[in-house]
């Protein structure tokens, strides 16, 4: 199946040693290409980097409809364990689901997760939608789609124009399960949330916030961009931001450690 042009993964391994892998995740009928520019900022800051395609993504939504969390997370897992093996720190970053999938990653793999980045972190579904999907999932095959959330007229996000409800529907148990392992949480936590966002509602990131057992919380408002805000106005101050927050934890870490 052909990939849309900008949703090929993207991976960077530095010529010398790296101290910190990155991974990054997009989000639910996206594509690494609202990432790409993240990712590509922290290669040519010398870190080493993995931005893959999830399963079902990227080429046409009939293809996500026999995709599930399940998969999509299995990919990150593998990267993860990829990642591990070549560097001593593993920070994850991640957009919107992106953002549920690097939580649970942070929740069941704490010793491999070192801390996390996350811009509009998606946690809840609507409860009225919730129950219409349930009900509509085996009848009506997808609904419109819910890309292109960006305040800037010059950009474009690449993804689907169409949601296929049964992977809709799986994305609902999805935010379930990671707002119960909320509490398992304890990394560094850099949140980076939109103050006008028309897909996520603030409501996640205050979620977010207060329900971690981070004792590290730090939180960037996001005044120029909407939802995809990685491709937004507020792009390079999500780039420099990450990249500070990666150079704080190594210089910590590299103090405690006397070397």
Request: glycine share 6%; net charge neutral; hydrophobic share 45%.
């Amino acid at each position: 199946m052909r990939l849309l042009p900008g949703a090929e993964p993207f991976y960077h391994r530095p010529a010398g040693e790296a101290q910190v892998g990155v991974l990054l995740c997009h989000g639910f009928t996206s594509t690494p290409q609202s990432l790409r520019p993240w990712a590509e900022a922290l290669a040519a800051s010398g870190h080493h980097v993995s931005l893959p395609l999830l399963p079902g993504h990227g080429t046409r939504w009939q293809e996500l409809a026999v995709t599930g969390w399940r998969d999509w997370y299995a990919v990150l897992h593998r990267e993860l364990l990829r990642l591990t093996e070549r560097c001593a720190r593993v920070v994850v970053c991640g957009l919107s689901m992106g953002g549920s999938l690097a939580l649970r990653l942070a929740a069941r793999q704490p010793a491999s997760v070192s801390a996390l980045a996350l811009v509009n972190p998606a946690l809840t579904f609507p409860a009225a939608k919730g129950v219409a999907l349930r009900a509509l999932r085996h009848v009506v095959p997808s609904a419109p789609g819910l890309i292109g959330d960006i305040a800037s007229p010059g950009s474009r996000e690449v993804g689907y124009d169409r949601v296929p409800l049964p992977a809709a529907d799986s994305l609902r148990e999805l935010f379930s399960l990671v707002r119960a392992d909320l509490p398992q949480v304890t990394q560094p936590l850099l949140l980076m949330r939109s103050t006008v966002d028309h897909v996520v509602p603030p409501s996640d990131s205050t979620l977010l916030a207060t329900s971690v057992s981070s004792v590290e919380v730090r939180e960037v408002p996001l005044t120029e961009s909407f939802h995809v805000a990685t491709l937004d106005h507020d792009a390079g101050r999500i780039f420099q931001e990450t990249d500070a927050f990666i150079t704080r934890l190594v210089t910590r870490k590299t103090a405690r450690d006397g070397t």
